[in-house]
């Protein structure tokens, strides 16, 4: 049985990956370790309550005597690295905690890691470490070339702290390859959406704030693009690369599906309207805000390397993708309410007896 230590598995994409691996092997385990920001909530993980292959422990990853403790009793094959600080918009306003948990955090794992793994002769067993990392350290594309990509080749140029801190993080990555021979990955991925995601990215926000009638904020001209992802298809690129991946390589992750923010807040509005049969719910409601610091124009990833080399490709078209994604929300207005209030924190704090 393969044992992987999923740090941030409380969060959007970690939880989605706890349940998706939980769903696809009978023997494995996961230990996941989360710090419960606002971001992690175990409600997310409620459908596995009591299976015994999953282990919570809520912990930060800068407390090295405490990832030190969870490397000595669970002895973990894989570390996949998804705990972060996520929301760029939060590290405009708020960058120290992004360089304490992005960067510092990493490179507390990076090193109990390497030390627990180390073999006597200096190298490192079967053993992986995943770095989840993002398509946002390649910096911006411009819209005038629609024909250019992010490869694996692209100089990381990064221009919010969220992206600086994500790419000084990939640099430490790297390094202990070149300078341990430390068995790692990364895996940068476009923008994702599905269930299980905070109500502050610009899907999920734009959905509830639909529902509610309330102003729906999109910034500048609503002309910049990102290139979205199935919450789900990315979950099995990670999975792919952490058994598959060549050692010390770097994997993008990405379905080629560009779209104008001001089409997707369109077709929301289009989407929940008739879910449930709203007329109230048009376009009315859109407001042009002021414009992000620093946005970046435009993403677009090229996922040639990862459908060579691995055969990975997308399952789930986007016309699909958020139709599924808008019926969950509508399924889980009380998610919605929970992640949004303290008090369901402290409950499920109290739940966990921790
Ligand atoms: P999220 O904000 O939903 O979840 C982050 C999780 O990390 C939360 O559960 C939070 O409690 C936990 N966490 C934060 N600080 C921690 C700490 N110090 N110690 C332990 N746990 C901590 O984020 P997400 O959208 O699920 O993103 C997960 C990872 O994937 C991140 O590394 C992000 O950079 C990367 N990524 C995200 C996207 C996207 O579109 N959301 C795309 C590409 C890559
Ligand atoms: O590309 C991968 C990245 O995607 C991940 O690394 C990040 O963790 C994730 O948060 C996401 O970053 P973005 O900044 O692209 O996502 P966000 O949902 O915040 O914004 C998407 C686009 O929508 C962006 O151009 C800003 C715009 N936007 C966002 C919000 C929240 C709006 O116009 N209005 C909004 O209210």
Redesign the pocket.
Known sequence: MRTYLVTGGAGFIGSNFVLYLLGKHEDVRIVNVDKLTYAGNLENLRSREGDPRHIFVQADICDKAAMEGLFDTYQPDYVINFA?E????RSITNPEVFAETNVMGTVTLLNVARKAWETGDGTFGQHKFVQV????VYGSLSLENPEVFFTEDTPLCPH?P??AS?AAADMFVLAYADTFGFPVNITR????YGPYQFP????P??INNALQHKA?????D?L????WLFVEDHCKAIEMVAHNGKLGEVYNVGGHNERE?IF??KAIIAEVSQAVCDPAINETLIGY?TD?KG??RR?GIDPQKIKRDLGWYPETAFEDGIVKTIAWYLDNPEWVEHVTSGAYQDYYREAYGQ
Request: a negative charge; charged letters at 25%; proline letters at 2%.
């Open positions: 972060a996520s929301h760029v918009d990392s993002t398509d946002e919010s969220y992206s994500k991925c476009s923008n994702n502050e990215k610009l899907i926000l734009m729906l904020p999109v910034y500048g609503g910049n693009v990102r290139d923010n997707i807040v805000v992000r946005h970046d993403y």
